[in-house]
C-alpha cells in the first residue's frame, strides 16, 4: 500500500488578534521528560477556546485531551463543537492562571501543523500556535461556532508564548537561544533537545538520525540547489535562512509515506513506513516535488502572497510552475512536459461551465494549481522571458504591502504580453469557467504563442 499525505498548508486565520488588547501569556517548558504550559489570561472568562483545534487525520478526534492534562484543580479541557475548551467544573468562572502538563502530540492532524514532530533522538519541536486561545461567556457557545473563526464575530486575544528548556538552548529559526517568545504572527516550530542543524548556504536541515539514509542525501543534496536557484532567479529569500526539519516516524509495514507542511521560513516533513527505507524513485521524486513547490512558497506566499483565497491560483499555480521549471536542475528524467500537460487537461476540466474563482466553495482546489500553471505558462511564453522572471516583477513591485491583487497580476501579464486580450481571456476563465474550455484553452495558447497540437478530443497537447 501505497499512500502519500501531503498536507499543503498555508493556512491564514481572518479573524486577527486586536493589538490592543493585553495578550494571554504561556509559559512553554521542558524539563526532563515533563512538558508544562503555564496559561496567565488577562481576565477571567467562563471558558477559554483553543484557536486551532482540528481533530486527527487517523479517526477525526480531538487530540488536546489525548495529550494535554490539567493540574489546576476545577478546570477540565472538554470538546465543544468544533472546538477545545478549557472550562471549570462548577460552571463559575476560570482562573486566571492554569497549568497544564502535556505529552507532544505528533498525530497528523485534518488540515492543520502537527502539534509536535518528535525525532528519535529524543528532540521535540513544539508548533507555537496551539496554545493561542480566546474567551467565551460559556463553554456551550463553543458548539454554535463556525469551524472556520474568519467567518465568526469572535474577537481573537494576542497571545504570547514563551519557550524554555531546563537542559539548555531552543534552537528557532536556525539559532539556539535560551528561550524565544513568540506572538501570534510568527508561527513556526520550536526545536526542543540536541539536534543540531546542518548548515549549507542556501538552508539550515535539522534530519532525524535514524532517517533513511539515502533520503537523506537526497534531500541534503537537492533541496539547496533548489532553493539556491530560485534566491538566484527571484532574488533572497525574506527572512532569516530557512529551515528544512525533517523527522522519522519508524518503517511502519506496509506503509510508504511523507507528510509535510510549511511556515515562513520554514519546511517540515515527516517520513514514515517499510516502504521508504529502500531507495525508491518515486519517493525521492515525491519528496523533491514537495520541496520544490512548498520551497517556492518562500517567494510566492511568503514575500507576497494573494488577497483573498479565490486568488490561490496566484500563489498555487505559480508555486507549481516555479517547482516544474526548478526540479529538472536537479532531475534531467522528470518529465516536466507531462506535469504541464495534467496542469491543461485538469484546468481544462475543472472550468467547464464554473469558474476558478469560486473552485473552493465546490472543493475543486486543484483548479487553482492547475489553471494557475497554465495562466503561468501564457505569461512565460507571451513574454518570451522565463517565469521567474514574471514572478520576480511581481514581487519586487509588491514587497511594500506583500499582496499581489488579481488585477496586479492581470496587469503584469498585460505589460509583460503587450496584449490585453490574454488577461481579458483568463479573467473570463476566472469568473465564468468557458461553454468549451478546450476551445477556450487553444485560443490563449494561440495568441500567447505556446506550442501545441490539437488532439482528437480538442485538447491542446504541449509540445
Ligand atoms: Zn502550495
Known amino acids: ?63 488536546r485531551p489525548m495529550s494535554w492534562t490539567v493540574e489546576t484543580p476545577g478546570v477540565r479541557i472538554e470538546r465543544r463543537g468544533h472546538y477545545d475548551v ?18 507532544p502530540f505528533t498525530g497528523d492532524l485534518i488540515a492543520d501543523y502537527d502539534p509536535a514532530l518528535s525525532f528519535t533522538d529524543g528532540s521535540v519541536a513544539l508548533y507555537s500556535e496551539q496554545f493561542d486561545a480566546f474567551p467565551l461567556r460559556s463553554a456551550q457557545r463553543a458548539e454554535r461556532l463556525p469551524i472556520d473563526l474568519g467567518d465568526s464575530e469572535v474577537a481573537i486575544d494576542p497571545t504570547r508564548v514563551t519557550f524554555r528548556d531546563t537542559a539548555g538552548e531552543v534552537l528557532h529559526r536556525g ?21 543540531e542543524p546542518v548548515a549549507t548556504e542556501a538552508l539550515a536541515a535539522i534530519i532525524d538520525p535514524a532517517l533513511p539514509g539515502w533520503i537523506r542525501r537526497s534531500l541534503l543534496g537537492d533541496t539547496p540547489r533548489i532553493l539556491a536557484g530560485y534566491a538566484a532567479a527571484l532574488g533572497p529569500a525574506p527572512g532569516p535562512k530557512p529551515t528544512l526539519m525533517v523527522s522519522w516516524a519508524g518503517a511502519t509495514p506496509r506503509l510508504t509515506s511523507m507528510g509535510g507542511s510549511v511556515l515562513p521560513g520554514l519546511i517540515a516533513m515527516t517520513y ?19 520541496i520544490a513547490h512548498e520551497g517556492a512558497h518562500f517567494w510566492l506566499g511568503q514575500a507576497v502572497t494573494y488577497q483573498y483565497s479565490r486568488d ?15 526540479v529538472p536542475a536537479v532531475d534531467p528524467a522528470y518529465d516536466a512536459r507531462g506535469a504541464l500537460q495534467a496542469a491543461v487537461d485538469d484546468c481544462a476540466a475543472l472550468t467547464a461551465g464554473r469558474g476558478i474563482a469560486a473552485a473552493e466553495q465546490r472543493n475543486e482546489h486543484r483548479a487553482y494549481y492547475a489553471c494557475g500553471a497554465v495562466f503561468g505558462l501564457v505569461a512565460e511564453a507571451a513574454s518570451g522571458r522565463p517565469f521567474a522572471d514574471f514572478v520576480r516583477k511581481l514581487i519586487d513591485a509588491n514587497r511594500r504591502d506583500k499582496v499581489v491583487t488579481r488585477e496586479e497580476w492581470l496587469a503584469a501579464l498585460d505589460r509583460a504580453s503587450g496584449d490585453p486580450m490574454l488577461s481579458d481571456s483568463i479573467g473570463r476563465l476566472i469568473d465564468r469557467g468557458a461553454d468549451d474550455p478546450k476551445a477556450a484553452l487553444t485560443a ?14 480538442g485538447t491542446p497537447r504541449l509540445q
Open 1 to 63: 500500500m501505497t499512500k502519500f499525505v501531503a498536507a499543503i498548508l498555508l493556512l491564514a486565520f481572518a479573524a486577527s488578534p486586536s493589538s490592543s488588547a493585553s495578550p494571554i501569556e504561556v509559559a512553554v517548558s521542558r524539563s526532563g521528560a515533563e512538558w508544562t504550559a503555564d496559561f496567565h489570561f488577562p481576565r477571567r472568562a467562563a471558558a477559554w477556546a483553543f484557536v486551532r483545534s482540528s481533530v486527527t487525520r487517523n479517526g477525526a478526534r480531538p487530540w
Open 175 to 195: 539559532r539556539r537561544v535560551a528561550a524565544v517568545s513568540l506572538d501570534d504572527d510568527d508561527g513556526t516550530y520550536v526545536l526542543f533537545g540536541p539536534a
Open 272 to 290: 514514515e513506513g517499510a516502504g521508504v527505507v529502500e531507495e525508491s524513485e518515486a519517493v525521492r521524486r515525491e519528496g523533491l516535488w514537495f
Open 312 to 326: 490561490a491560483w496566484i500563489t498555487e499555480g505559480g508555486a507549481d510552475l516555479l517547482a516544474i521549471r526548478a
Open 86 to 103: 478549557l472550562a471549570a467544573e462548577n460552571g463559575r468562572p476560570l482562573p486566571e492562571r492554569i497549568r497544564i502538563k502535556f505529552a
Open 444 to 457: 490563449l495558447f494561440t495568441r500567447a504563442g505556446i506550442a501545441f497540437t490539437v488532439g482528437q478530443d
